[in-house]
């Protein structure tokens, strides 16, 4: 029997026609269910707003007080004639897979999503499903991820290594989840070479982590941090939009490193006159992806945001019922997730990553500018001319 698809592409966004509710909806809408707290895919303006009771704080911080109603992990309700649960989705904290059943036919909408570890949130968790909808940002065989452990003991002895000769360690990454994974990492893994100072976009994110119970170290704010005047050089953890700002220079002489899993693309690193690159992302790799879509048990894949056509046509190769779907997430130029003022990096044209060892797939998915505020896009750092170097 043909039904008709539970999830369709509305102007607004995802829709659910028989739950009469949108994912993640890029339009103003009446009912938005909400897979985590990221500027892309939780917008202002709905009416009322349903996400996991672990985004609670986070929603809140980036949207005020909306109306907000949390689920538990696994509690379901009824929306029109649909029951709808949250899985977690191991993105950032708070972060949820929709689940949504009806008539015996489950669909799973999983958002943002990654497999390994983190220690701020709770972690992935496969559900079983007829349609499976996932994101592809890093859906690229080039894409694998080491251990985490391994990356935090790269920045942990990056950052003593810069400490030793009286160097502040900047390292620029997403404010909302990485900025706490990072902290967190080091932290768990006794790394803590010093202070951590700080921006105030991370500081704000900060504040609801902690309100929702996850621990951090402690941190301190750039002018704590100057009155203290220790001494000890601080691990400096700021907004890609504050590379060459003046908040930065208050540092003195600094190494400037990037975590993200754009850092995997060649070139990323030098293009940007970084002194380091870690690669460490809040998405999928590519096995993660793959493992997640097989531990769905999905009979057919919608693949939306990223590297769509590689994704489609590797599982097409596998006798899996895949088609890419357009969506807006990633975010337009300006979309402010990581609580960036939008524009204060400036938008900046640049050139589609360089892939390591792939054919020229089609790439016609290359997330287009650097632009951006969440990983979802490769990172918006000012041009290496703006950006204030030591000489040495
Ligand atoms: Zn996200
Ligand atoms: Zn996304």
Same mark, same amino acid.
């Given at each position: ?19 009469? !509710? ?15 707290? +990221? ?20 929603? +809140? ?34 972060? @949820?897979?929709?689940?949504?059943? +009806? ?89 803590? @070479? ?20 996850? #621990? ?106 895949? +088609?890419?779907?357009?969506?807006? !997430?990633? #975010? ?6 990581? #609580? ?53």
């Amino acid at each position: 029997m043909m039904q008709r698809d539970l999830v369709v592409l509305r102007p607004e966004g995802l829709y659910c026609e028989a739950g009469g !509710f949108f994912i993640d909806p890029w339009r103003p809408v009446d009912r938005a269910v909400i897979t985590h707290a +990221h500027a892309d895919h939780a917008r202002t303006g709905h009416r009322r707003y349903l996400a996991a009771g672990d985004a609670r704080e986070v929603m +809140h911080a980036r949207l005020g007080r909306v109306s907000l109603r949390t689920l538990q992990w696994g509690e379901s309700i009824t929306q029109g004639d649909v029951r709808v649960s949250l899985f977690p989705a191991g993105h950032i904290l708070g972060s @949820a897979q929709v689940r949504i059943e +009806h008539r015996g036919e489950v669909w799973v909408v999983s958002g943002d999503y990654k497999l390994e570890a983190d220690p701020t949130c709770t972690p992935f968790e496969p559900v079983r499903c007829d349609t499976f909808i996932t994101e592809s940002t890093f859906g690229l065989p080039v894409y694998r991820w080491r251990p985490d452990a391994q990356t935090m003991a790269e920045i942990a002895s990056w950052w003593a290594e810069n400490a030793a000769n009286g160097r502040a360690s900047v390292l620029l990454c997403y404010a909302l989840g990485k900025a706490q994974r990072i902290q967190a990492g080091l932290a768990r893994a006794q790394a803590l @070479a010093g202070p951590i100072v700080v921006h105030g976009a991370v500081a704000a994110v900060n504040a609801a982590y902690r309100a929702a119970g996850v #621990g951090l170290p402690e941190t301190l704010g750039a002018t704590d941090w100057r009155r203290a005047a220790g001494g000890d050089a601080p691990l400096v953890l700021a907004p890609p939009s504050a590379a060459g700002s003046p908040w930065l220079s208050r540092f003195g002489e600094s190494s400037l490193a990037f975590a993200s899993g754009w850092m995997r693309v060649r070139g990323a690193r030098r293009r940007r006159a970084l002194d380091r690159g870690f690669v460490l992302s809040d998405h999928a790799d590519w096995p993660g992806l793959m493992q997640a879509i097989d531990a769905s048990g999905a009979r057919r894949v919608i693949v939306t945001h990223g590297f769509e056509a590689a994704i489609v046509r590797h599982l097409s190769e596998r006798g899996i019922a895949a +088609h890419a779907l357009r969506t807006e !997430f990633g #975010g337009e130029a300006g979309a402010e997730s990581d #609580g960036e003022v939008p524009g204060e990096g400036g938008p900046e044209a640049s050139p589609a990553p360089t892939l390591e060892g792939v054919a020229p797939l089609s790439l016609s998915a290359a997330p287009p500018a650097e632009f951006a505020a969440s990983e979802d896009r490769p990172a918006a750092i000012p041009p290496a001319q703006a950006v204030t170097r030591r000489t040495s």
